[in-house]
C-alpha cells in the first residue's frame, strides 16, 4: 500500500528504474544458464505492518545462539509475530559518521577482505571524523568500500540463521565466497569476478562522481552506502557454490529470448538468485527485519524508507516467477527506535552489581567511588535491582515503563549487614578448619560473610602427621576460637609437621608441607613405595603433568575415561597414561607439541613456562587468556616480548609462584616435583 506517500514513492520509483537500468548490476554469464529450483509460495518473505507492536525482538552481536522462540531454521520465516533483529547498528546515520578506521573491527576487515584499485592492494586508508565534514577528494572510493564492510559486519553478527539462503551471517557469508574487491577504472563495469594474485575479487567500476551521495545510507539521488552493499552482495552471489545464475523473461527483461539476462527465474528463500538477494535486502531494511535504527531519524525515516521501497520494486521486477509481494509499511519506518538510553548514578558502594534484562540477563558493576551507568534500548521498560555480597540496599530496586530519556541521579544507599571472615593457614603442617554456623570449610573455603554481630566459632583439625600449634590473629591459644564479627576480620591456624610421610622429604624440606597436602589431598601417591618416596627433586614429564592436573580439575577419586591411542601419535593404547593425556587434550587444557602427525612428547619434560599456561587454563578453564602483559613482567629474566610473558606475570599476580629466587622466574627450567606441590596446592586451594 501506497497511501500518503503515493505519489512521491511513484515519481522515486519511476526515477529509480532508470537508474537501475544503469547501475550494470550484472554477474558473468555462463553458456549454459542453469536453472533455478522450484520456488514453494509459501517461503516468500512476507512480513506484517510495523504498526502492528513490537513483534519479536533479536539482539545481534552478543546474541545466544538457540535462544530464539521462532519457527524454522530461518528467523524471519513463518514467525508467529514480525521480527526485528536488533543489529549492531542503533542509528545508521550517525554510525555512519564514524570512521571505519577507527572501529575496533577494522584490523579484522582489512584481513578478511583486500581492498585494491586496478590490481593494487591498498594500503593506508586516510579518514578523519565526521565523515560528513571530509573534502570529497579525500572520501575516496577505497573509504567508501571500507565503510560498506563496516556496516556489512554489524547487521547480524551474532544471531544465527538470520539469512534465508546461508546459515552464516552476511559478513561471514560474503568472506567465505570472495576474497575482496578490485577498484577498477572502467566506470559501471560490475561483475565477479577477476582472480588477481590468487585471490578471488568483485570487480567495481565506481563512479568517482557518485561519492558524495555515498555517504549517506541512501537518499533521493539514488546512491548510498545501502545500493552498494546490495551490489557487493549479488556479485558475491555469483562466486557462491550451486547459485542460480540469471535468466531473462521478467517484468524488466520480458523477452525470454532477448538479451540482457538480467532477471532470478524464480524467487526461493532457500536458494536465492543475485536480484532476490537484493531485493531481499532491501526488503529487510524497510521492514525492519534488519533494524538499523531507520525509525529513530525522523527528519530522514521518510526518505530511507521510500528509496528501500523503490529498490525493492525494481528488484521485484527483476523476478520471473513467484514474485515476491511489495508493501511500504507504516510509520515508524524501518522498525523499532532502539537509540540507547543512559541509566546512571551512585550504588552507594563501589563494585556493587546492577542487574537487569535488554533482551537477556546483563549487569553492570558500579566503580570504586560507586558510579555506575549503562544503556538500554528506547522505550524500555524493566528492573535494576542493586546487590553486593554483605549489603542490602534501599531502595532494593527500582522500575521502568518505556523510558524515553535518560534517567540519572538513580542512587541507592547501600546498609552494610555482613562481614567477611578470613582464615589463612600458617606453618609447616597441613590441617582444616570449619565454622559454626557454617560457612568456612579450610579446605577448600576459607572466607566467608556472616551476619553483623554474629559470633562465629572456628574449630581446627590436624592432618595426619600434622599437629594444631595454635591460634593467631584475632584468636591465640589451642582451643576454638571465637570471633565476634562486628567488623571484617582474619584469623590464622598455625599447624605443624610432626611426623614424615616421604622418606626423601624431611620435615625441614622447603617443600614439606606442600607436599604433604598434596599427598593428604590424593592428588599424588608419591613416585616410589617400600619405603614411600616422593622425589622432590625430579623433573615432571608431561604425562605425569597430564595426571596431577586432571585430578587437580576433577578431584583425587577422578578416573579419566578410556583412550582411544588414536588422538597422538606418539601415545599409542599401550602408553601406560594414555587416558589422563587424551582426557587434557579433550578438556583443551593442550594441544600437544606438534602437528602432521599430532603429538604430545609425554616424556618430554615440562618448563616453567609451559607449566605457567597449563595452570591457569586448568584453574580458569581452556578459554582462557591473561591480560596484556603491559610494561614489565615483574621478573628480570622474562621480557615483556617473551612467548609466555603474560601467563607468567598473572600467574604471579594470583599468588601461584613467586619466581625462583633473585627477582627471576627462571622459564626455562624444568618444573620439579617439588615446585610442582606448590604450583598445584595454590592453584586449587588443596587443604
Known amino acids: 500500500m501506497i497511501s500518503q506517500h503515493g505519489k512521491q514513492v511513484q515519481l522515486i520509483?519511476?526515477?529509480?528504474?532508470?537508474?537501475?537500468?544503469?547501475?550494470?548490476?550484472?554477474?558473468?554469464?555462463?553458456?549454459?544458464?542453469?536453472?533455478?529450483?522450484?520456488?514453494?509460495?509459501?517461503?516468500?518473505?512476507?512480513?506484517?505492518?510495523?504498526?502492528?507492536?513490537?513483534?519479536?525482538?533479536?539482539?545481534?552481536?552478543?546474541?545466544?545462539?538457540?535462544?530464539?522462540?521462532?519457527?524454522?531454521?530461518?528467523?524471519?520465516?513463518?514467525?508467529?509475530?514480525?521480527?526485528?533483529?536488533?543489529?549492531?547498528?542503533?542509528?545508521?546515520?550517525?554510525?555512519?559518521?564514524?570512521?571505519?578506521?577507527?572501529?575496533?573491527?577494522?584490523?579484522?576487515?582489512?584481513?578478511?577482505?583486500?581492498?585494491?584499485?586496478?590490481?593494487?592492494?591498498?594500503?593506508?586508508?586516510?579518514?578523519?571524523?565526521?565523515?560528513?565534514?571530509?573534502?570529497?577528494?579525500?572520501?575516496?572510493?577505497e573509504l567508501i568500500i571500507l565503510q560498506s564492510l563496516r556496516t556489512i559486519y554489524y547487521m547480524d553478527t551474532g544471531i544465527p540463521n538470520s539469512l534465508p539462503w546461508t546459515s552464516m551471517s552476511l559478513y561471514d557469508w560474503m568472506t567465505s565466497v570472495v576474497d575482496g574487491v578490485n577498484i577498477t577504472s572502467n566506470i559501471g563495469q560490475m561483475y565477479c569476478c577477476d582472480l588477481i594474485d590468487g585471490e578471488l575479487l568483485i570487480s567495481l567500476g565506481l563512479n568517482p562522481g557518485n561519492r558524495e551521495y555515498a555517504r549517506d545510507w541512501t537518499n533521493y539521488n539514488g546512491g548510498g552506502i545501502a545500493p552498494l552493499i546490495d551490489l557487493i552482495a549479488h556479485e558475491a552471489r555469483h562466486a557462491d557454490n550451486n547459485a542460480p545464475w540469471h535468466v531473462a523473461g521478467c517484468a524488466a527483461f520480458p523477452d525470454p529470448n532477448d538479451g540482457p539476462l538480467g532477471c532470478d527465474e524464480f524467487y526461493d528463500l532457500s536458494n536465492l538468485g543475485a536480484y532476490g538477494i537484493q531485493y531481499w535486502l532491501h526488503q529487510s531494511w524497510l521492514t525492519g527485519y534488519f533494524d538499523i535504527g531507520i525509525g529513530c531519524n525522523l527528519d530522514r525515516s521518510l526518505e530511507y524508507s521510500t528509496m528501500h521501497y523503490a529498490w525493492v520494486g525494481g528488484y521485484r521486477d527483476r523476478i520471473v516467477q513467484y514474485i515476491p509481494p511489495i508493501d511500504m509499511?507504516?510509520?515508524?519506518?524501518?522498525?523499532?527506535?532502539?537509540?540507547?538510553?543512559?541509566?546512571?548514578?551512585?550504588?552507594?558502594?563501589?563494585?556493587?552489581?546492577?542487574?537487569?534484562?535488554?533482551?537477556?540477563?546483563?549487569?553492570?558493576?558500579?566503580?570504586?567511588?560507586?558510579?555506575?551507568?549503562?544503556?538500554?534500548?528506547?522505550?524500555?521498560?524493566?528492573?535494576?535491582?542493586?546487590?553486593?555480597?554483605?549489603?542490602?540496599?534501599?531502595?532494593?530496586?527500582?522500575?521502568?515503563?518505556?523510558?524515553?530519556?535518560?534517567?540519572?541521579?538513580?542512587?541507592?544507599?547501600?546498609?552494610?549487614?555482613?562481614?567477611?571472615?578470613?582464615?589463612?593457614?600458617?606453618?609447616?603442617?597441613?590441617?582444616?578448619?570449619?565454622?559454626?554456623?557454617?560457612?568456612?570449610?579450610?579446605?577448600?573455603t576459607c572466607s566467608a560473610l556472616f551476619d553483623k554481630n554474629t559470633s562465629v566459632i572456628l574449630t581446627s583439625t590436624a592432618n595426619t602427621g600434622s599437629t594444631?600449634?595454635?591460634?593467631?590473629?584475632?584468636?591465640?591459644?589451642?582451643?576454638?576460637?571465637?570471633?565476634?564479627?562486628?567488623?571484617?576480620?582474619?584469623?590464622?591456624?598455625?599447624?605443624?609437621?610432626?611426623?614424615?610421610?616421604?622418606?626423601?622429604?624431611?620435615?625441614?624440606?622447603?617443600?614439606?608441607?606442600?607436599?604433604?597436602?598434596?599427598?593428604?589431598?590424593?592428588?599424588?601417591?608419591?613416585?616410589?613405595?617400600?619405603?614411600?618416596?616422593?622425589?622432590?627433586?625430579?623433573?615432571?614429564?608431561?604425562?605425569?603433568?597430564?595426571?596431577?592436573?586432571?585430578?587437580?580439575?576433577?578431584?583425587?577419586?577422578?578416573?579419566?575415561?578410556?583412550?582411544?591411542?588414536?588422538?597422538?601419535?606418539?601415545?599409542?593404547?599401550?602408553y601406560w597414561a594414555v587416558n589422563w593425556v587424551e582426557k587434557l587434550y579433550a578438556d583443551s587444557i593442550t594441544s600437544g607439541c606438534g602437528t602432521n602427525p599430532l603429538i604430545y612428547c609425554p616424556d618430554n619434560l615440562v618448563t616453567r613456562s609451559q607449566m605457567a599456561v597449563f595452570i591457569l587454563r586448568a584453574r580458569h578453564g581452556a578459554t582462557y587468556t591473561p591480560p596484556a602483559v603491559g610494561g614489565s613482567t615483574g621478573f628480570n629474566d622474562v621480557s615483556t616480548d617473551y612467548w609466555a610473558a603474560a601467563w607468567i606475570k598473572q600467574l604471579a599476580a594470583e599468588g601461584i609462584t613467586a619466581g625462583c629466587g633473585s627477582g627471576n622466574y627462571c622459564p626455562e627450567d624444568p618444573v620439579t616435583r617439588a615446585q610442582m606441590a606448590v604450583f598445584l596446592v595454590r592453584t586449587f586451594n588443596l587443604p
Not at 513483534?55 to 509475530?81: C, H, K, M, R
Not at 549487614?417 to 565454622?435: D, E, F, M, P
Not at 601417591?525 to 623433573?539: K, R
Not at 585430578?551 to 578416573?559: D, I, K, L, P
Request: hydrophobic content about 35%; aromatic content about 10%; some cysteine.
Open 13 to 141: 520509483f519511476t526515477i529509480f528504474i532508470g537508474l537501475l537500468m544503469l547501475r550494470g548490476a550484472v554477474g558473468i554469464i555462463p553458456s549454459s544458464v542453469q536453472s533455478a529450483q522450484s520456488a514453494n509460495a509459501l517461503d516468500l518473505l512476507q512480513f506484517t505492518s510495523g504498526g502492528q507492536g513490537l513483534g519479536i525482538v533479536l539482539d545481534s552481536i552478543d546474541a545466544t545462539p538457540g535462544s530464539y522462540t521462532v519457527q524454522g531454521d530461518f528467523l524471519g520465516e513463518n514467525a508467529d509475530e514480525p521480527v526485528y533483529l536488533r543489529t549492531g547498528i542503533d542509528d545508521i546515520t550517525s554510525f555512519l559518521e564514524k570512521c571505519p578506521t577507527n572501529d575496533p573491527v577494522y584490523s579484522m576487515l582489512r584481513n578478511d577482505f583486500t581492498i585494491r584499485k586496478d590490481g593494487a592492494i591498498v594500503e593506508d586508508i586516510p579518514c578523519s571524523e565526521p565523515i560528513s565534514s571530509i573534502p570529497i577528494d579525500q572520501y575516496t572510493n
Open 329 to 444: 509499511p507504516d510509520p515508524p519506518y524501518g522498525g523499532p527506535c532502539f537509540v540507547p538510553l543512559t541509566i546512571s548514578g551512585n550504588a552507594g558502594v563501589s563494585e556493587a552489581t546492577l542487574s537487569y534484562m535488554d533482551g537477556t540477563p546483563k549487569a553492570t558493576k558500579a566503580d570504586s567511588s560507586g558510579n555506575y551507568s549503562f544503556r538500554v534500548s528506547n522505550n524500555w521498560s524493566g528492573k535494576v535491582t542493586p546487590s553486593l555480597a554483605g549489603y542490602s540496599f534501599s531502595p532494593p530496586s527500582r522500575n521502568y515503563t518505556n523510558i524515553t530519556v535518560n534517567e540519572t541521579d538513580q542512587n541507592y544507599t547501600a546498609i552494610l549487614y555482613a562481614y567477611l571472615l578470613n582464615v589463612n593457614k600458617g606453618g609447616t603442617g597441613s590441617g582444616t578448619v570449619s565454622s559454626n554456623p557454617l560457612g568456612i570449610n579450610c579446605g577448600s
Open 468 to 574: 594444631f600449634m595454635g591460634w593467631s590473629g584475632v584468636c591465640s591459644g589451642t582451643g576454638t576460637c571465637t570471633v565476634t564479627m562486628n567488623a571484617a576480620k582474619t584469623v590464622t591456624a598455625n599447624f605443624e609437621q610432626t611426623q614424615q610421610i616421604f622418606a626423601d622429604v624431611p620435615l625441614d624440606h622447603w617443600a614439606a608441607s606442600w607436599i604433604v597436602r598434596l599427598y593428604q589431598a590424593g592428588i599424588t601417591s608419591g613416585c616410589g613405595t617400600n619405603p614411600l618416596i616422593y622425589c622432590p627433586e625430579q623433573s615432571v614429564t608431561r604425562a605425569q603433568m597430564a595426571i596431577f592436573l586432571e585430578r587437580g580439575m576433577n578431584g583425587s577419586a577422578f578416573t579419566p575415561p578410556a583412550g582411544t591411542g588414536a588422538v597422538f601419535g606418539d601415545v599409542p593404547l599401550s
